[in-house]
């Protein structure tokens, strides 16, 4: 069983920077390819990005991958998301997820395909 502690939301005014940090327990860390997820309120979730067992090929959504890199760091069980220019739209609270550790592929977009995740982080930005 796979745990996921997400921390690094808060308050910030637009075009600002935010790193989040995801924290997995309970399980073989790179044995999971992993994804960042946001729902902003009101809507539904919605993906962010995704990064591989090794954390040599990554994917984000088209609406923020020139803002948002995703990264991981297998020696500390720790993936990030580290986001530039932040804007009021990304106003959201966000998750980290694994999916189940015996995937083929690591590019993975759909909530469906993530078995595990995390309580999520607020992040506020202000205009």
């Known amino acids: 069983q796979v745990q996921l502690v997400e921390s690094g939301g808060g308050l910030v005014q637009a075009g600002g920077s935010l790193r989040l940090s995801c924290v997995a327990s309970g399980g073989a860390f790179t044995d999971y390819p992993l994804g960042w997820f946001r729902q902003p309120p009101g809507k539904e979730r919605e993906f962010v990005a995704v990064?591989?067992?090794?954390?040599?090929?990554?994917y984000c959504a088209d609406s923020v991958k020139d803002r948002f890199t995703i990264s991981r760091d297998n020696a500390k069980n720790t993936v990030y998301l580290q986001i530039n220019n932040l804007k009021p739209e990304d106003t959201a609270v966000y998750y980290c997820?694994?999916?189940?550790?015996?995937?083929?592929?690591?590019?993975?977009?759909?909530?469906?395909?993530?078995?595990?995740w995390g309580q999520g982080t607020q992040v506020t930005v202000s205009s």
């Open positions: 997820a694994a999916p189940s550790s015996s995937v083929q592929r690591w590019e993975k977009t759909m909530e469906y395909e993530y078995e595990y």
């Open positions: 990064i591989d067992w090794t954390g040599g090929f990554t």
